[in-house]
């Protein structure tokens, strides 16, 4: 398991605000007289690590799919991470995960309006071998993505008393 400190986890946040931030920025913010060359050493630690990736985040709206819609799908029960696949590599799906309760499998399909996004249900996924049922809803508002999600700062405090 990845150790890590509260001064990974203020680069991680930072990060998070600003994923072009220089190091020298950050060795500002963090404080604590860490160097920008540690900081560098830190960002790539904890890329090899698989703490963070670094990479662009597209808003779908700009390049015309300002549908988003969530769909939730019911799948025969020993199809589900086989149909789960077959979504996942499907155009305009912009998430998939498998669950355990009452939807088998959750997606993100974004569109340029809800004619396409009834197609897709109807004609594409319902279609799908082993698709019992689906549940769709189109989302017009999104107040907090993945990408927003910062370390809590309780972690770091946890850390620098020794509760971790």
């Known amino acids: 398991m990845y150790k890590f ?15 072009r931030m220089s ?10 007289d860490i160097s920008e060359r540690l900081i560098r050493y830190r960002i790539e630690r904890m890329i090899r690590g698989g703490v963070v990736q670094l990479s662009a985040v597209v808003n779908p709206e700009v390049f015309g ?8 799908v019911e799948v025969a029960a020993d199809q589900v ?7 996942a590599a499907l155009e305009n799906v912009t998430y998939v995960a498998c669950g355990i309760g009452q ?3 959750s997606i993100q399909f974004v ?10 249900v109807t004609e594409v996924v319902r279609k ?27 972690i770091a405090e ?3 008393n020794g509760e971790k």
Request: glycine residues 4%; proline residues 4%.
């Open 128 to 154: 799908i071998t082993g698709v019992n049922k689906t549940t769709t809803s189109i989302v017009p508002i999104v107040l907090k993505d993945v990408y927003h999600w910062r370390v809590p700062e309780r």
């Open 158 to 160: 946890e850390i620098s």
């Open 103 to 105: 939807n088998d499998i």
């Open 81 to 87: 991470l086989e149909v789960a696949k077959k979504l």
């Open 23 to 32: 190091a020298s920025e950050m060795s500002r913010r963090v404080g604590e």
């Open 111 to 120: 569109a340029k309006d809800t004619a396409e996004v009834y197609y897709f």
């Open 65 to 72: 799919f300002p549908i988003r819609a969530d769909i939730w």
């Open 5 to 19: 400190d509260k001064i990974d986890i203020k680069i991680v946040n930072l990060l998070l605000e600003d994923g």
